[in-house]
């Protein structure tokens, strides 16, 4: 399964910007998908993460009640909403699926996007 990221660019802070994943095939068999970003120098963070039925989801403090991950297993596809964006956003956005029972760190994440690039300034 690849998974294929679109979107990102450059946004003013406030504005809202959403991030679509398509997988190439079913994303029912992982466990869990979540975006992650990382900028340069520092390691890769967990953003927002979301189960298999997207009953459940888990997003980092820092963009609780901005963010928001859903997926639409039906299309195969994982999206990450973002409002009121800011500077501190700024990142290279990946979305990754993980299939094994633990998905809490990227190793357990074995498939990734391509990453897009999110830049948020005025």
């Known amino acids: 399964v690849q998974l294929v990221q679109s979107g990102g660019g450059w946004v003013r802070p406030g504005e809202s910007l959403t991030l679509p994943c398509a997988a190439s095939?079913?994303?029912?068999?992982?466990?869990?998908m979540a975006w992650y970003r990382q900028v340069p120098g520092k390691e890769r963070e967990l953003v927002a993460a979301?189960?298999?039925?997207?009953?459940?989801?888990h997003y980092v403090d820092s963009v609780k009640d901005r963010f928001t991950i859903s997926r639409d297993n039906a299309k195969n596809s994982l999206y990450l909403q973002m409002n009121r964006l800011k500077p501190e956003d700024s990142a290279m956005y990946y979305c990754?699926?993980?299939?094994?029972?633990?998905?809490?760190?990227?190793?357990?994440?074995?498939?990734w996007g391509q990453g897009t690039q999110v830049t948020v300034s005025s």
């Open positions: 990754a699926a993980c299939s094994g029972y633990v998905c809490s760190t990227p190793v357990e994440y074995a498939y």
């Open positions: 979301i189960s298999r039925s997207g009953e459940d989801t």
């Open positions: 095939g079913s994303v029912l068999s992982f466990n869990a």
